[in-house]
């Protein structure tokens, strides 16, 4: 069998592929189905005592504490509505620290004496569960030999039904704790930092006046990037079944280099997955609203609408496991890798974060007038503060092996941390900063020149997508956290740098009125000394030029190129006075997170070292070798034909192939290597030895791939995975 046998078979599959029906009915509607297997606010008013239900909305609405009595009457009225919906099992949804998804699932049917079964779901089963915690990540805040762990009802965050052909199961939300009540998990941080600057906003809402019978809470929209590619040739790849990523492949002739795929006609086969994924998506309430072509050939976007900071993380780690059911259901297999194919763009996963309630909308909304608007501006200084203050610890919380092959690339924001604020807005802090307010720029009008088309309106400022952190209108968009990550770390670190920045500024106005001084004035006075210390922090040019590098470096800010780089500011004095202060995480939560990010880093690494020996070695120096034999035959015939033999192509091939040979020696000694005595030492050795020896290796591999035999080359190649959909 030929060596391209794999890939010849998987392209004849691709080609006489039929996609599957359609889910959508004929007629129906989606805001008819949006939220059905959701145990939304509208089916417990129906099903719950108008005590009960008024209890639990005081607790998801306004953040009263939860009344445990109330729990029994919850049970009942979610497992009937559970039972109808065909469920069979319960499960306590938790998100461990590895970004993924974890559920222990339970029959709700329980033997009785008679020989029967009783479907039985009790508040106190509701509340609590008990999932071994032993074999997640802890970071040593848990012993081996510790198996106890808590899940704990997040009544803030709705239970809903999981269809499966073979049975449904009723999904709860829930945190993740150990016996002594520290957060094994990233929702537990959400909940509290949400909490810690709920209440310093609403410190500076009194001091302007400005009442609200909710508590105030971050919302987040996260875009998903994501790559599609045919499932028969993911599993033709063990790099990308293992891995995530490519470790070996040539970039293809025609790439993204066009413009010719972003936004274009989505191909037939991706809408098909996407009106099934959507469908899917509604019936669990998660508000889907943009998708479209990206930027590389077979990469794509889905947007959905803002929710709440926390309910909105749920939402997204359900998108990204229901997103790779359904893609299988496609024959398509879904890729979230940040750089799944080197030298194509990678995936991201914008955070576009703002804070406020259902009462007041966005507090980072400025209005027609934002010169104007003081309350606005003094939100949007405490932004300023916080990221310029702990740019560090919003560097850390998208830190990852995999996000590091992608940022500070021309393709998404650079691991330097600034802040774009606009024209309208840069200006208005440039003439605090002078002392002077006079007013801000307005909306313009766009003449296009056709008399058919009406006249446009333009915003006082344009975007800019080179920064990591940009104002958008209503909300600050963080560019910088990877597409495979959960958004509840940027987002947790985003509340704690809030509420130390929001209490940083109501403390200074309360002072200074206590002192006498006139409301309006210290707040000019505020924003002066803001703008003043942490002005640094914002930059409205390109974030990917070079000089942007050098004027950073003069301005203080810190380029943490790479997650080893970053990993140390979790454990810096002043994270660990912050995260303390605010009641987030205790110093052996940040220790454990550390631990966890350093070890995470090392096994990445050490896996995707593993896989390059081991398919360098077996498929394609192999290929390689048979393709050097048979050059080196015909050279041999046509001398003994007495016909002179160019020998240039055998010469290429053999230097290649000893390129090959000594770079996977260099590999597998490295890998070998096990002196390293600590975390920190393992994921140094990962990143300062096993990243360059792999690159050794691919290099060769790849300008190998360009001259070897094509019947020869064992692996689908760019060109087949990206272009044949």
Request: proline share 5%; with cysteine.
């Amino acid at each position: 069998m030929s060596g391209n046998a794999a890939r010849l078979q998987a392209i004849s599959a691709v080609e006489a592929y039929e996609p599957p029906a359609v889910s959508f009915v004929p007629g129906e509607a989606p805001g008819e189905i949006f939220g059905e297997n959701v145990f939304s606010k509208s089916v417990m008013q129906k099903r719950l005592p108008k005590s009960v239900f008024k209890s639990v909305m005081a607790t998801i609405e306004k953040g009263a504490k939860l009344d445990p009595v109330v729990a029994d009457a919850v049970a009942s009225a979610m497992k009937d509505w559970a039972l109808e919906k065909g469920a069979t099992h319960y499960a306590h949804v938790f998100y461990p620290l590895t970004h993924l998804t974890a559920e222990k699932h339970d029959s709700f049917l329980e033997p009785v004496a008679d020989g029967s079964a009783l479907a039985e779901f009790a508040g106190k089963t509701l509340i609590q569960g008990e999932p071994d915690a032993s074999s997640f990540p802890n970071g040593g805040l848990r012993n081996t030999f510790e198996a106890r762990g808590y899940t704990g009802w997040d009544i803030t965050s709705p239970a809903y039904v999981l269809e499966n052909p073979n049975g449904n199961t009723l999904c709860i939300p829930t945190v993740f704790v150990s016996m002594t009540g520290e957060a094994l998990d990233h929702k537990t941080p959400v909940l509290r930092s949400q909490q810690a600057m709920g209440r310093q906003a609403e410190r500076i809402l009194t001091l302007f006046g400005t009442e609200t019978a909710e508590h105030v809470v971050s919302f987040c929209g996260p875009e998903q990037e994501y790559f599609l590619i045919d499932r028969h040739f993911f599993v033709a790849r063990p790099d990308l079944l293992n891995s995530g990523r490519t470790l070996f492949g040539a970039k293809p002739a025609k790439g993204q280099e066009f413009d010719d795929h972003y936004f274009g006609a989505i191909p037939e086969r991706v809408l098909g997955f996407m009106m099934d994924t959507e469908r899917e998506l509604f019936r669990l309430g998660i508000p889907a609203k943009t998708r479209h072509n990206e930027v590389a050939p077979g990469q794509f976007e889905i947007a959905p609408m803002f929710e709440r900071g926390n309910v909105a993380s749920d939402h997204q780690q359900l998108l990204m496991t229901t997103f790779k059911t359904i893609a299988k259901k496609h024959g398509l297999e879904i890729l979230f890798h940040e750089k799944p194919f080197e030298g194509v763009n990678g995936s991201g996963k914008h955070v576009n974060w703002s804070l406020g309630n259902s009462e007041l909308g966005s507090l980072l909304v400025p209005g027609d007038t934002p010169h104007e608007n003081a309350q606005f501006l003094v939100f949007c200084a405490a932004v300023i503060r916080a990221v310029h203050k702990y740019s560090g610890l919003l560097r850390v919380s998208v830190a990852s092996a995999t996000n590091d092959h992608r940022l500070g690339a021309n393709e998404a924001p650079p691991a330097i941390i600034s802040i774009f604020l606009g024209d309208q807005l840069a200006d208005v802090f440039e003439q605090i900063a002078e002392g002077e307010l006079s007013g801000s720029k307005g909306k313009g009008a766009m003449q296009i020149g056709v008399d058919t088309l009406p006249v446009l309106p333009t915003d006082p400022g344009d975007r800019n997508r080179t920064s990591p952190f940009a104002f958008t209108g209503n909300r600050f968009e963080f560019r910088a956290p990877g597409s495979m990550q959960t958004v509840a770390s940027p987002i947790t670190t985003i509340n704690t740098i809030m509420a130390e920045a929001l209490d940083y500024c109501a403390t200074e106005l309360e002072t200074a009125v206590a002192a006498g001084t006139d409301f309006d004035a210290a707040v000019q006075a505020l924003l002066k000394t803001i703008i003043t210390e942490h002005g640094a922090v914002v930059f409205n040019g390109d974030g990917y030029s070079e000089k942007w590098q050098i004027e950073a470096a003069e301005r203080g800010l810190p380029n943490l190129r790479t997650t080893l780089d970053a990993v140390p500011e979790l454990i810096s004095e002043s994270a660990m006075e912050l995260f303390s202060t605010y009641g987030v995480f205790n110093e052996r939560e940040m220790h454990s997170r550390y631990e966890i990010a350093l070890e995470q880093y090392a096994l990445t690494v050490g896996v995707e070292a593993k896989l390059t020996a081991e398919m360098g070695s077996t498929q394609i120096l192999p290929a390689a070798v048979r393709h050097q034999t048979e050059l080196a035959q015909n050279v041999a015939t046509l001398k003994a034909a007495g016909v002179e033999a160019d020998t240039s192509a055998l010469v290429e091939v053999t230097e290649l192939v000893t390129a090959l040979r000594g770079a996977l020696a260099t590999l597998k000694t490295e890998l070998a290597d096990h002196s390293a005595e600590s975390t920190v030492a393992e994921a140094e050795h990962a990143g300062e030895k096993l990243l360059p020896a792999m690159a050794a290796v691919r290099e060769a591999a790849d300008a190998l791939e360009s001259v070897v035999a094509d019947d020869l080359w064992p692996l689908p190649t760019y060109q087949e995975m990206l272009f044949i959909l």
